[in-house]
T-cell receptor, first 117, second 112 residues
Framework: EAGVVQSPRYKIIEKKQPVAFWCNPISGHNTLYWYLQNLGQGPELLIRYENEEAVDDSQLPKDRFSAERLKGVDSTLKIQPAELGDSAVYLC???????????????FGPGTRLTVL | GENVEQHPSTLSVQEGDSAVIKCTYSDSASNYFPWYKQELGKGPQLIIDIRSNVGEKKDQRIAVTLNKTAKHFSLHITETQPEDSAVYFCAVAGAAGNKLTFGGGTRVLVKP
């Protein structure tokens, strides 16, 4: 079974430029997450989707970040314009939803390492 | 919101020895406690998890213990091997579901 796929793996841009990250979750996983991981820290949730609906985007900086999950499968996270402080690893994860169980294992992709110069 | 603290931040052990990582959390309603292992250049991978109705869980060389009263849980790795070297993260989620709050991570180095 293929895992969570992310692209690109690395991205270097200059500040004020736009950037986009793509995620393909595990087949059949209806919940998709985007996390931000700063160097030496744990992942922090940016947004969570249940199918195509964003059910938790409280940590997403909406002035410059946006995300979409059309058709409830693939997802794209965009930053426009990028700032120096956005340099980090952006992780995508997916999980299933089991009736009667609130939390199931989240499977993470390899992440996209963003460097903003 | 939930606050998760993880200690130590780095841990160096001799191959064959045991390693213990501890986490505390703040929200007494939390009920799901996974541990993730992250190797360089890869995403975190679940190694073991425990739910609030269980006090201890073991899977071969790794085990997790949970003390809900004290709001802390620990990861135990026995008979450590060089391939156990990685960064380990604890995480916590509540009854609302699917929202993980991670600890700051522990870098484990197993010396041959």
């Amino acid at each position: 079974e293929a895992g969570v796929v992310q692209s690109p793996r690395y991205k270097i841009i200059e500040k004020k430029q736009p950037v986009a990250f793509w995620c393909n979750p595990i087949s059949g996983h209806n919940t998709l997450y985007w996390y931000l991981q700063n160097l030496g820290q744990g992942p922090e949730l940016l947004i969570r989707y249940e199918n195509e609906e964003a059910v938790d985007d409280s940590q997403l900086p909406k002035d410059r970040f946006s995300a979409e999950r059309l058709k409830g499968v693939d997802s794209t996270l965009k930053i426009q314009p990028a700032e120096l402080g956005d340099s980090a690893v952006y992780l995508c994860a997916s999980s299933t939803r089991t009736s009667g169980r609130a939390n199931n294992e989240q499977f993470f992709g390899p992440g996209t390492r963003l460097t903003v110069l | 919101g939930e606050n998760v603290e993880q200690h130590p931040s780095t841990l160096s052990v001799q191959e064959g020895d045991s390693a213990v990582i501890k986490c505390t959390y703040s929200d007494s309603a939390s009920n799901y406690f996974p541990w993730y292992k992250q190797e360089l250049g890869k995403g975190p991978q679940l190694i073991i998890d425990i739910r609030s109705n269980v006090g201890e869980k073991k899977d071969q060389r790794i085990a997790v213990t949970l003390n809900k009263t004290a709001k802390h849980f620990s990861l135990h790795i026995t008979e450590t091997q060089p391939e156990d070297s990685a960064v380990y993260f604890c995480a916590v989620a509540g009854a609302a579901g699917n929202k993980l709050t991670f600890g700051g991570g522990t870098r484990v180095l197993v010396k041959p």
